[in-house]
């Protein structure tokens, strides 16, 4: 009797966009708590290889399977930081002054029972999955 054994040739799906996106999410292997999001990230992708990326950490740099990452879709921000940072002349304020908000155009703001002013953004920064 003889039994013939086939290799599985499937290969894993890889998304188009990963090859041209800035940045990646990496998929967390270990097991994982209930609630607790499967990927980390996203990173900047340093470099390109056939079956791996070299990816910016916060730790240094590493090498990561294709198999493991997914692209990430950041949307641009609609604040510049020259609203949000203070300038050069700026001094220090006193610990219970309101910080000023920076101009949001058609983003009404509300005033909590406190006196805080809360706005609300039209999107979020980031996608997460």
Do not use: N
């Amino acid at each position: 009797m003889k039994v013939t054994v086939t290799p599985y040739l499937t290969q894993p799906y890889v998304p188009p966009d990963l090859y041209t996106c800035p940045k990646a999410w990496m998929r967390v292997d270990p097991l994982r708590r209930s609630l607790k999001a499967p990927y980390v990230g996203p990173y900047e992708v340093v470099r390109r290889e056939p079956k791996f990326f070299i990816l910016k950490l916060p730790h240094g740099t590493t090498s990561v399977s294709i198999d493991r990452l997914k692209p990430a879709h950041i949307p641009l921000p609609t604040v510049s930081d020259a609203d949000v940072l203070p300038t050069e002349g700026a001094t220090a304020s006193p610990a219970r002054a309101p910080i000023p908000l920076p101009p949001y155009p058609d983003v009404p703001s509300q005033t909590t029972r406190s006196g805080r002013v809360v706005r609300f953004r039209k999107q979020p920064e980031f996608i997460y999955f």
